[in-house]
């Protein structure tokens, strides 16, 4: 959700001032661009998906994807800063990176990855900017109709992602008690079953009597 959100400009076209339309999307496709090697690397290291020249390429050297898809990345978040805009045109960008991460992230999870609390965490930025947008986004209605759309729209679909991410980890987090203290119970029991059967073996292995078997007897003469 969050990567559709990030394809608006959700934050941008709430600045009356701003018109660098193409060096907003020009970024933003640096960033599908890394979002992409990175993902063909990531499904060839956990999925056994290896078809593409990025995938063979990570079968072969794991961080070489990673590494390249890191370059691409840092290049659009520079050419954002270069353009003028780090707070509009970078927070999208960085916004889009998180979303591509993410993406990959989720294919992990499901093809056996651990879950990474660090995710949702990150959510925090893009699920508080999204609903503060909204009220931006409304109140631009009666001045740039038109800007004041987009950027609504954008900044629902931003907000409502960022807080389901928001939702999933307290919900992993509260998961993970959980199964923490039903792992403690079954330890415990296990304990307690290990120290009954260690008393059950030593009641029963006390010592025995030796019986020892008669000599002849003396006759008597």
């Not at 390249?68 to 999208?92: D, R």
């Not at 792992?183 to 290990?194: G, I, L, V």
């Not at 006390?206 to 019986?211: H, I």
Request: aromatic share 10%.
């Amino acid at each position: 959700m969050l990567l559709v959100g990030a394809l608006f400009p959700f934050f941008t076209a709430l600045d009356p001032e701003f018109s660098n339309w193409g060096a907003l999307y020009t970024s933003k496709a640096l960033i599908l661009v890394a979002g992409w090697i990175f993902h063909q690397g990531y499904m060839a290291t956990h999925g056994g998906q290896g078809e593409s020249f990025i995938g063979k390429l990570a079968l072969k050297h794991a961080l070489v994807p990673t590494a390249l898809s890191g370059l691409v990345a840092i290049a659009a978040l520079v050419y954002a800063f270069q353009v003028g805009s780090p707070g509009g045109i970078g927070a999208e960008s960085a916004t889009l990176l998180l979303a591509c991460a993410t993406f990959s992230h989720i294919f992990g999870y499901e093809h056996g990855g651990k879950f990474n609390p660090i995710f949702p965490l990150m959510f925090l930025g893009p699920g508080i900017a999204g609903v503060l947008n909204i009220v931006g986004a409304m109140a631009m209605f009666g001045e740039a109709a038109g800007r004041a759309a987009f950027g609504l729209v954008g900044s629902v679909i931003v907000g409502a992602g960022g807080c389901m991410a928001i939702y999933a980890m307290y919900a992993a987090m509260k998961q993970a008690k959980v199964d923490g203290d039903i792992k403690r119970e079954a330890q415990r029991a296990d304990r307690k079953a290990q120290r009954e059967a260690q008393r059950a073996a030593g009641g029963s292995s006390g010592p025995k009597r030796k019986v020892g078997r008669k000599g002849p007897g003396k006759k008597k003469a």
